[in-house]
């Protein structure tokens, strides 16, 4: 029910800010002075792809092909940008306005300016998309541990959503980048899929093709709850030598790796968070990593006995001004925080993205983590 009014509001939002594209940019362009009827029947139909993706973007939508999925998944990009490029035309219109020095340009410079809001409008279309589907850059950081007996790399990936948009070909290359920084640990911490089982089975073995010194941890995200959590976590361990830390932790010997359940299982009220199991064998004479993906798992339980948690989710707020929201309901939103003198909590803003292919003041990373001994 939540999911259908965050999409109904949503289509109605595209549906305006395509009104207000037309209304406000379109007509007043004079390259497209003879072209108005082209552009209503254009953005009319682009507003019903919109809200049709939206609200059927679940099952329904797995019956088409990857190719037409990822196509659809882009056209929300240019009402996006164009928004935005269209709002602040106005604002300097009013500003000029109200200063009084407002005066229409002559054609020449006019056509001269359009074909340039033409070209701008494009330009910031292909780059919004871009930074969702690219295979993300590595960020570096470096945080100190204490009682950690040797220096760590881990890398760290969130939120890659294999599934329609991202699947095998995207897998493959963020493995490849991986592989490059030669970790020592790679930490997969949730929504690493975003789909039904049966859609990445027949290519998930290539996670085992990730090489770091300790293995693969994994623990999962509220995607993977949105698919059937039971069958996508069979089929993960019936094909990968991942280590699944679902409430439960790994001593290393020199440091603990957990996992805990995701927030998302309370509502679904199968495999929710049980801090009590994670910690019932806890050795906390040495230190411990928890992989949390919703970063505000740290405001509801009490995670000291953790040196650090790692969590994504967020996404970074994916599109400007998302952030805002993600950052009141989550209380976090990327990079290192300081929950008390002990406990830090790192979020990623992921590898991939959710719903339509498109970020914005939000990159994604794949997270190199320097964990220097502190004794």
Same mark, same amino acid.
């Given at each position: ?17 395509? %009104?207000? @594209? ?7 362009? @004079? ?5 108005? /009827? ?9 507003? %019903?792809? +919109?809200?049709?993706? #939206? ?32 709002? @602040? ?30 070209? #701008? ?12 589907? &690219? ?6 950081? !470096? ?21 329609? $948009? ?9 493995? %490849? ?16 899929? !975003?789909? &039904? ?11 085992? !093709? ?11 995200? $509220? ?13 993960? &361990? ?9 409430? +439960? ?13 995701? #927030? ?42 953790? !040196?650090?948690?790692?969590? *994504?989710?967020?996404?970074? *707020?994916? %599109? ?8 009141? $309901? ?13 406990? /830090? ?17 939000? +990159? ?12």
């Amino acid at each position: 029910m939540v999911f259908l009014l965050f999409s109904l509001i949503s289509s109605l939002i595209f549906i305006l800010a395509n %009104v207000y @594209i037309y209304k406000r940019l379109i007509k007043k362009l @004079i390259i497209f002075k003879y072209f108005h /009827k082209f552009f209503i029947f254009v953005l009319f139909l682009l507003s %019903v792809i +919109q809200a049709s993706f #939206l609200l059927i973007r679940g099952n329904t939508l797995e019956l088409l092909n990857d190719e037409i999925y990822s196509f659809l998944s882009m056209l929300y990009a240019p009402t996006y940008c164009l928004f935005f490029m269209t709002l @602040i035309l106005d604002i300097i219109r009013l500003i000029l306005l109200l200063l009084g020095k407002y005066k229409k340009p002559y054609i020449s410079l006019q056509i001269v300016s359009n074909l340039f809001l033409v070209a #701008l409008g494009v330009f910031f279309t292909y780059v919004s998309i871009n930074n969702a589907i &690219k295979v993300p850059e590595i960020k570096t950081l !470096d945080i100190n541990i204490s009682g950690l007996e040797q220096d760590l790399k881990i890398a760290v990936l969130t939120d890659i959503h294999l599934g329609k $948009n991202l699947h095998e070909g995207f897998l493959e290359k963020l493995i %490849v980048k991986v592989n490059q920084q030669d970790p020592d640990m790679i930490m997969i911490v949730g929504d690493l899929v !975003d789909t &039904k089982s049966s859609i990445f089975e027949n290519y998930i073995s290539k996670i085992d !093709d990730f090489k770091s010194k300790y293995g693969v941890f994994y623990v999962p995200g $509220n995607h993977e709850y949105y698919h059937g959590i039971n069958e996508i976590l069979q089929t993960l &361990k019936n094909n990968t030598k991942m280590h699944i830390l679902l409430n +439960q932790n790994m001593d290393l010997g020199f440091i603990n790796i957990a996992g805990l359940g995701d #927030l998302a299982g309370l509502q679904k009220g199968i495999l929710a968070p049980d801090l009590a199991r994670v910690k019932v064998d806890l050795n906390t004479s040495k230190p411990s990593i928890l992989l949390a993906h919703q970063p505000k798992t740290a405001l509801l339980y009490d995670l000291s006995d953790f !040196d650090l948690i790692l969590s *994504g989710h967020t996404h970074g *707020g994916q %599109v400007f001004p998302f952030m805002f929201l993600v950052k009141i $309901n989550q209380g976090f939103l990327k990079g290192l925080y300081e929950l008390n003198h002990k406990t /830090k909590l790192f979020v990623s803003t992921g590898a991939g993205f959710w719903g339509p292919s498109i970020r914005v003041f939000a +990159q994604s990373e794949i997270a190199i983590l320097n964990l220097k001994a502190q004794k």
